[in-house]
């Protein structure tokens, strides 16, 4: 991976990591599933009458509107809501990285190399280091909805991967049409008709603001950076970077929400960050022995083969 596409990668998780503070605002005024669906008609509208329709067939776009949207977002959001904390949601959340790099692995044929395999066992080491530290008291509801989310996640990986999409902000503003529907009739079935309404109709500057940032910042920038490094590499190779939100959430939260940050996190921190240059240190390997190859000398190693 070019470094300049490491930076982006990196620049993404810290929205990310912020996102969740944002979130956690959000909901003092939406309940989850009204500040989800405000989340997608913001990032729809009105960018999709500006850019061209996506290149992937009708049902990736159908397929990843639902299983981001509805399932990952959905199911975060309410997780949320029923007493899991921002910071640990935070933490739980990026299992999806080892669960996309195996998803890919089983689906697609992405054969992850072992330095890639390790890193990411490592970085999910600092995380469950920092998931048992942080003392979050999680209902299971909201820890078991969490999980689900990640699970949402790395399949929406694997169907912005296997969608050949060659424009990824055309795909995520068109699919991002798909979940208000779905979310609103969620709901008006789980808080009522009038409850949706009253919560649409008297939206604070505070709920403006957090959906704005969901919406814009943390759907369109990084959704839209992300998307379009799953499509240019393999899932192996960008999913670990996701393993530093909980670093910058953590952050966020110290510096806007006065959040202790305590030696056992700063190490658990430290571990994320050594896991995660076992990757960065393979995608550069891959690079210098395609260089190599390329002015006829041989690689060192073949690289990992990807989709």
Same mark, same amino acid.
Do not use: C
């Given at each position: 991976?070019?470094?300049?596409?490491?930076?982006?990668?990196?620049?993404?998780?810290?929205?990310?990591?912020?996102?969740?503070?944002?979130? =956690?605002?959000?909901? !003092?005024?939406?309940?989850?599933?009204?500040?989800?669906?405000?989340?997608?008609?913001?990032?729809?509208?009105?960018?999709?009458?500006?850019?061209?329709?996506?290149?992937?067939?009708?049902?990736? @776009?159908?397929?990843?509107?639902?299983?981001?949207?509805?399932?990952?977002?959905?199911?975060?959001?309410?997780?949320?809501?029923?007493?899991?904390?921002?910071?640990?949601?935070?933490?739980?959340?990026?299992?999806?990285?080892?669960?996309?790099?195996?998803?890919?692995?089983?689906?697609?044929? =992405? !054969?992850?190399?072992?330095?890639? @395999?390790?890193?990411?066992?490592?970085?999910?080491?600092?995380?469950?280091?920092?998931?048992?530290?942080?003392?979050?008291?999680?209902?299971?509801?909201?820890?078991?909805?969490?999980?689900?989310?990640?699970?949402?996640?790395?399949?929406?990986?694997?169907?912005?991967?296997?969608?050949?999409?060659?424009?990824?902000?055309?795909?995520?503003?068109?699919?991002?049409?798909?979940?208000?529907?779905?979310?609103?009739?969620?709901?008006?079935?789980?808080?009522?008709?009038?409850? @949706?309404?009253?919560?649409?109709?008297?939206?604070?500057?505070?709920?403006?603001?957090?959906?704005?940032? @969901?919406?814009?910042?943390?759907?369109?920038?990084?959704?839209?950076?992300?998307?379009?490094?799953?499509?240019?590499?393999?899932?192996?190779?960008?999913?670990?970077?996701?393993?530093?939100?909980?670093?910058?959430?953590?952050?966020?939260?110290?510096?806007?929400?006065? =959040?202790?940050?305590?030696?056992?996190?700063?190490?658990?921190?430290?571990?994320?960050?050594?896991?995660?240059?076992?990757?960065? !240190?393979?995608?550069?390997?891959?690079?210098?022995?395609?260089?190599?190859?390329?002015?006829? !000398?041989?690689?060192?190693?073949?690289?990992?083969?990807?989709?």
């Amino acid at each position: 991976m070019k470094a300049s596409h490491r930076l982006l990668a990196l620049l993404v998780a810290a929205i990310w990591g912020v996102n969740f503070v944002a979130i =956690e605002l959000g909901l !003092r005024d939406l309940p989850p599933l009204v500040l989800t669906a405000l989340r997608f008609v913001a990032a729809a509208v009105p960018l999709v009458f500006l850019v061209p329709r996506p290149s992937a067939r009708l049902r990736y @776009v159908v397929a990843y509107g639902l299983v981001l949207g509805v399932l990952k977002f959905g199911a975060l959001f309410t997780a949320l809501a029923a007493g899991m904390s921002a910071g640990l949601a935070s933490l739980v959340l990026q299992a999806q990285a080892l669960m996309s790099v195996l998803l890919a692995a089983a689906v697609l044929g =992405e !054969r992850p190399a072992r330095a890639q @395999v390790t890193g990411v066992l490592v970085g999910s080491v600092g995380i469950g280091l920092l998931a048992i530290h942080s003392g979050g008291h999680a209902s299971v509801i909201g820890f078991v909805l969490t999980l689900f989310a990640a699970a949402s996640w790395a399949l929406a990986n694997l169907v912005m991967r296997a969608s050949d999409e060659t424009r990824p902000l055309s795909l995520l503003v068109w699919s991002s049409l798909v979940p208000p529907l779905p979310l609103l009739g969620l709901a008006g079935v789980v808080d009522g008709g009038q409850a @949706v309404l009253d919560a649409i109709t008297g939206l604070s500057w505070r709920g403006v603001l957090a959906v704005a940032y @969901v919406a814009y910042v943390s759907t369109l920038v990084g959704f839209g950076i992300w998307n379009r490094l799953i499509a240019q590499y393999s899932i192996a190779r960008v999913a670990p970077f996701s393993l530093l939100v909980p670093v910058f959430g953590l952050s966020a939260a110290w510096l806007l929400l006065d =959040e202790p940050v305590g030696p056992t996190e700063l190490a658990a921190a430290a571990t994320v960050l050594a896991g995660l240059a076992l990757v960065v !240190r393979r995608s550069t390997a891959d690079r210098n022995n395609a260089t190599d190859a390329s002015e006829g !000398r041989e690689p060192e190693y073949a690289p990992a083969a990807t989709a």
